[in-house]
């Protein structure tokens, strides 16, 4: 059986997110919570744009890759800290990217196409950044909203829902709006965005 470089790398970024020490619990069993997210990123890109180019699905699949390995709580407690932080995490999860697809065996304007998107350059102007950021919204929108919920006040979440919904295109608001959200969740997002 051949294995192309595709399939040589998104198995190659299963093992490194299976290695997450941090687990999460979905529909009574156990995984490692970065190889989740990833699983999710993956399957909603595909639903949502099913011809997506190899470039967005690696990106989508390593978007948080290895996402463990640099704390939050390594950085300053405040607004510039945490900005800083997911800088240097878009940047941590492009190299480790593409260190695997280099081994793979990709070309170089390849990868630094997948490195591009994982950084998210040019936003609302590359098509495939766009898609990409609304499928990291979407993936939010459906699975990590509740535990916000749970976190935080309700102006607070009105800011995280009216600023997650800023970030998306207006394919993303439809697809957003299509997601099977509970009740009060679902009056949450019709009020922080006055619908």
Same mark, same amino acid.
């Given at each position: 059986?051949?294995?192309? !470089? ?6 190659w970024i ?6 997450? %020490? ?9 995984y ?5 997210y990833?699983?999710?990123m ?7 744009? !099913? ?13 948080h ?5 640099i $704390?939050r709580?390594?950085?300053p407690?405040?607004r510039?800290?945490y ?8 940047k941590?999860?492009?190299? $480790? ?11 170089? %304007?390849f ?18 950044t766009?898609?990409l950021?609304?499928v ?6 459906e699975?990590?909203?509740? %535990? ?9 979440l009105?800011n995280?829902?009216?600023? $997650?919904?800023?970030k ?6 439809t697809?957003?709006?299509k ?7 679902l ?9």
């Amino acid at each position: 059986m051949t294995t192309t !470089p595709f399939h040589k790398a998104m198995a190659w970024i299963d093992a490194e997110n299976a290695q997450d %020490p941090n687990q999460e619990t979905f529909q009574s069993q156990s995984y490692s919570k970065e190889l989740l997210y990833s699983n999710r990123m993956f399957e909603r890109l595909l639903n949502f744009e !099913p011809n997506a180019s190899q470039e967005i699905q690696i990106a989508a699949k390593a978007q948080h890759i290895c996402r463990w390995k640099i $704390t939050r709580e390594s950085y300053p407690m405040d607004r510039v800290g945490y900005l800083k932080w997911r800088e240097d995490l878009k940047k941590f999860h492009a190299k $480790t990217t593409a260190s695997i697809l280099e081994k793979a065996g990709y070309s170089e %304007p390849f990868i630094a196409r997948v490195s591009f998107l994982i950084e998210k350059k040019l936003l609302k102007k590359d098509a495939e950044t766009q898609l990409l950021e609304d499928v990291i919204c979407l993936v939010f929108l459906e699975y990590y909203l509740n %535990p916000f919920v749970q976190k935080h006040d309700k102006e607070k979440l009105k800011n995280i829902i009216l600023k $997650t919904w800023n970030k998306m295109s207006e394919n993303g608001h439809t697809e957003a709006l299509k997601i099977k959200y509970s009740y009060e969740n679902l009056e949450l997002i019709k009020e922080s965005l006055g619908l």
